[in-house]
């Protein structure tokens, strides 16, 4: 009978403001709740939250990690003092640090090591920059530079021929404090200079957002742009239509959707639309979520996406 007093004990909330130590029994169903709230508030949230830190706009979009650029207009960039590259001060090196991190670190690693997350779905793996062996293009300061001009892209090494001289090479500064780096020579800066102008001062290309070379990329003429403006519009004005409710629910990113629905129009039917953003949702500009929608809502969509991209 003892046992079973102090089971009455111990769930009797009571007294539980004056000896809150009573909630201890509960302590694991408060746990259970609290993870089965995050699993329900990850899950619902998943087509926003990522790990991925975006590099600059160079992966597929199989992965979709991307990062909007901002519009720079091109133009001469200033000469670059081939002294301070061949012995960096601390300053220039600190400056090449931040260029990293804002950079290259999403693939590269916080260290250098190759292990940043953006660069795991990728293969080959980023380089290491502590290893020595294995560069594709190599290890000094001309043909680092180099990777930089022209990337490697079908390696996955964007170029970076947009970033001013000067700062790519503040980046490689800060590389080379990673490990042993082959010593600067003259005639590597020489064959720069004379291959790039460097020291004179160089052109560097604009920059335009992603999604408007993505824009660009997916409508060929000035009426699919505004073809896909007017769809915009309408999915932000027809409020109560059905259809519009739900792509306004779904979808991840509106002009990519709408450019990848005028894509298929062609002999686009039902069917082939449901398979298309069921198989990849995020190619077509959906939320992972829109595979729990019904058949019926997925036809609704349709049936608004045809209407609004005539
Ligand atoms: C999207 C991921 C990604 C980002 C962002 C990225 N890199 Fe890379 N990088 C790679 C991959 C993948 C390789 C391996 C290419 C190879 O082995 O051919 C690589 C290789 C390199 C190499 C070695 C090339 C060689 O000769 O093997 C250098 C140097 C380099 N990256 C510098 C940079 C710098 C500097 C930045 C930032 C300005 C940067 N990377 C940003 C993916 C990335």
């Known amino acids: 009978m003892k046992t079973n007093k102090k089971l009455e004990d111990e769930i009797n909330f009571k007294n539980v403001f004056t000896n809150p130590l009573r909630m201890f029994g509960w302590v694991f169903v408060i746990f259970i709740g609290l993870i089965l709230a995050l699993g329900i508030y990850y899950v619902k949230n998943i087509g ?51 260029l990293f991190e804002a950079n290259c670190k999403s693939c590269h690693g916080d260290n250098g090591m190759g292990d940043g997350p953006a660069g795991t779905v990728l293969n080959p793996k980023p380089r290491n920059f502590h290893e020595v062996d294995g560069w594709t293009n190599g290890r000094n300061i001309d043909l680092m530079y180099k990777t930089l001009q022209e990337g490697i892209i079908k390696n996955g090494m964007a170029a970076y021929e947009y970033l001013a001289p000067a700062d790519r090479f503040a980046i490689i500064s ?17 064959s720069l200079d004379d291959k790039y102008q460097i020291s004179k001062g160089v052109v560097v290309p604009s ?33 109560e239509n059905p259809g519009a409710l739900i792509v306004n629910r779904v979808s991840m990113n509106k002009e990519k959707l709408i450019a990848a629905f005028l894509n298929q129009n062609e002999n686009q039917n039902l069917e082939s639309f449901i398979n298309t953003v069921i198989a990849n949702p995020i190619n077509c500009g959906f939320k992972p979520t829109v595979a729990q929608l019904s058949r019926e809502e997925l036809k609704t969509m349709y049936e608004f996406l045809k209407a609004a991209t005539l």
């Open 48 to 98: 926003d939250i990522s790990l991925n830190v975006q590099p600059t706009g160079l992966i597929t979009d199989s992965v979709n990690v991307k990062t909007e650029l901002n519009a720079k207009k091109g133009g001469i960039s200033p000469a670059v003092d081939l002294a301070v590259v061949k012995n960096p001060k601390p300053d220039f090196v600190a400056k090449g640090k931040s």
């Open 207 to 239: 920059q335009i957002p992603v999604s408007l070379a993505e824009s660009n990329l997916t409508s060929e003429s000035a009426e699919v742009i505004k073809k896909i403006q007017d769809a915009k519009s309408l999915l932000s004005s027809a409020k």
């Open 174 to 190: 800060y590389i080379r404090t990673f490990a042993e780096f082959p010593p600067i020579k003259e005639e590597e800066l020489k």
